[in-house]
């Protein structure tokens, strides 16, 4: 292998920001900050927004698109009713 092309592969700590979570791999990740983990290493620090432990996806929390309907669904939904409703007292007021 060529020497000074290659990426630096090393442990990395990613650090979950919304709970804490954090989690030691190896990464090409470029980092400014370093950590100090509790065994005493000392690894590049590289901050995440979300993770698995707070992702809706992984958690549960979130919402099912089935249950939910379509755009057509929805519209006939909310005013499918009102019109229905609107059109039958129409012809009986004539």
Same mark, same amino acid.
């Given at each position: 292998?060529?020497? %000074?092309?290659?990426p630096n592969?090393? =442990? !990395? @700590?990613? !650090?979950?920001?919304?709970?804490?979570?954090?989690? !030691?791999?190896?990464? @090409?990740?470029?980092?400014?900050?370093? !950590?100090?983990?509790?065994?005493?290493?000392e690894l590049?620090?590289?901050?995440? #927004?979300?993770?698995? =432990?707070?992702?809706?996806?992984?958690? %549960?929390?979130?919402?099912?698109? #089935?249950?939910? %309907? %379509?755009?057509?669904?929805?519209?006939?939904?909310?005013?499918?009713?009102?019109?229905? &409703? &609107? &059109?039958?007292?129409?012809?009986? &007021?004539?």
């Amino acid at each position: 292998m060529k020497d %000074g092309i290659h990426p630096n592969y090393r =442990e !990395v @700590c990613f !650090v979950d920001l919304s709970n804490g979570f954090k989690f !030691v791999t190896r990464s @090409c990740a470029n980092t400014k900050e370093m !950590v100090k983990m509790e065994d005493g290493r000392e690894l590049p620090l590289f901050k995440l #927004d979300t993770s698995s =432990e707070s992702h809706p996806f992984y958690t %549960g929390t979130q919402k099912s698109v #089935d249950n939910m %309907g %379509g755009r057509v669904e929805r519209f006939r939904n909310r005013y499918g009713k009102t019109t229905a &409703a &609107a &059109a039958t007292s129409a012809p009986a &007021a004539e």
